[in-house]
């Protein structure tokens, strides 16, 4: 394999494993990108190395992988959740809670695909804050999908998800 061809594997390698979220399996991954699993498992470990400076890191277990940040900043990713916290919403996670609360529920993929970008870190945020809850498709025990909770409900003074202006409209 050329080093332009190992490049362009290690980019596709870190978009997947980026946009994702989540752990992604190493089979997954071989058929997605058409590599060899010993392939795809060389990129990972050279993509390591690479990281080792950085503030991402990939981390694995049982053939499966994930980008994640480094713990060697965890005290200022701690630092920056603590303030996105205590600020308001931001529009982009409104923008994803109307989703949530219309089309619920929904995974973070559909959720991506209304919206045009990754909502991993805003689902994130909005799960801490407790107004969405996480729980496995029932199509599918391989997907999570999004839900408003209860306080959610109950923040916004109605009895169930169906009082929601046009409720009806959007399902």
Do not use: C
């Not at 200022?76 to 529009?91: G, M, R, Y």
């Not at 801490?128 to 409900?153: A, C, H, Q, W």
């Amino acid at each position: 394999m050329s080093i332009e061809e190992k490049n362009n594997l290690k980019r596709a390698i870190e978009g997947i494993l980026f946009v994702s979220g989540e752990p992604v399996g190493l089979k997954k991954l071989s058929k997605l990108l058409e590599q060899k699993e010993d392939d795809i498992r060389e990129m990972i470990l050279e993509m390591r190395e690479e990281f080792n400076d950085r503030g991402l890191i990939i981390i694995s277990d049982d053939e499966k992988y994930q980008l994640t940040t480094s713990p060697n900043i965890s005290n200022i990713i701690t630092e920056f959740l603590k303030t996105e916290l205590k600020d308001d919403l931001s529009p982009a996670s409104l923008e994803t809670l109307a989703i949530i609360a219309y089309k619920g529920p929904i995974s973070r993929i559909e959720i991506d695909n209304i919206r045009g970008v990754n909502s991993s870190f805003i689902l994130r945020s909005l799960l801490v804050r407790g107004l969405i809850t996480k729980e496995k498709s029932p199509n599918s025990k391989l997907i999570n999908v999004y839900r408003i909770s209860f306080d959610m409900i109950r923040n916004l003074g109605i009895e169930n998800i169906h009082q929601l202006p046009d409720f009806d409209k959007y399902q």
